[in-house]
């Protein structure tokens, strides 16, 4: 648990959350913050909540109790965005103070009728009002639809400066020491910021015309500081900002200068090759992630494609069709529309091809858009000459990828 006064009359409550699935099926390695914040002018509001990921809100009031504040005089209470990971509370904390305004834009009313069974002491926003806490606080309402769910909006203190963004800028990676991503070590840095691209790529990157439209919108206040649901909080907010267009200018390519290697294998003829493919790569001079599935979850080969402009697959055919766990990472990579790379594809078959014709039509109905350079495909195990054909076409591919940033 964590608090911490991080503005004139704005404090941060924030808890950890370690060994669950995020959204039930993404794996977190290194934990996630949910953090609420709490701003007291002649009137107090809290914004968004935190609470076990059971739903159980003592950890909120436990941190609202620290700070020395009745939880009964909280006069309103923000609802930047329904997901239970940051509405979980609200029903326990209504029996608490069962008089308190929600204020929250029209779709969360829908839904807190729908979550919750809450109807009444609700006050819709949206873009341009605002909230007078007295003391100066004035908030203003921001709507950033889709960021993560349609009924998501953003508050911004107008005398603070500060942004609360709930999902948006949001990242993986547990809260330590530090709350603010400036004071990071160098090395802390590029574990937080790999968190944060797993973080985009993993909850948000399907609504990334969203996420580039949200920025834009976020671009246009004076903010001095951006306080997130999740994650560090950024007193240089351009740098969250900018990082959040890139990631979202990533779903249609082209992305970093990076590599990634997606493959599997039943008996090893196909790791046979891919493992050829892996000592070629170690020789040339660009980023390359290497994950098989499936043992490698959903989640981190997701980050990797994320930001990789050149993937390259290896499956076998297996019963007319392509490897099945290489098909699932497919579909998946497709329905977040990790689209338009540049990519090639190798695998072995036996009594039977199939893996290609599949792997076409996943291309297609997903309308994908990547650009393939000529696959290899080998009858069993890899002969020197299948080998050496898919040495070619990794180097060609990876040339593919560097000519990209070479213009
Ligand atoms: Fe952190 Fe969309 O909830």
Redesign the pocket.
Known sequence: MNISNIADGTYHLSINVENILFEGFWEIPNGVS?NSYIIQGEKTAIIDGVCGWDGVPDTLLALIEQLNINPETIEYLIVN?M?P??SGWIGAFKEINPDCKIICSKKARDLLEAFYGMTENITVVGDNDTLDLGGGHVLNFVEIPNV??PD?IATFDTLTGTLFS??CF?SFGKIGSTIYADELTPEELIVYENDTVRYYSN?LAYFSPQVKRAVTKCQALPIIMIAP??GLIYRNPSEIMNAYSDYADYQKGPARRELTLIWGSMYGMTQTAVEYAINILKDEDIIVHVHQVPETSWGTVLTSAWTSTGIILAMPTYEFKMFPPMAAMLEELGKKKVNNRKAFRFGSYGWSGGAQRDLEEIMTRLAMGWEFIEPVEFVGNPRQEDLEHVGEQVRKLVEEVKSVFNS
């Open positions: 949910l965005h997901e990971d940051h993560h769910w998501t709930c999902d949001g909850v649901g999740h």
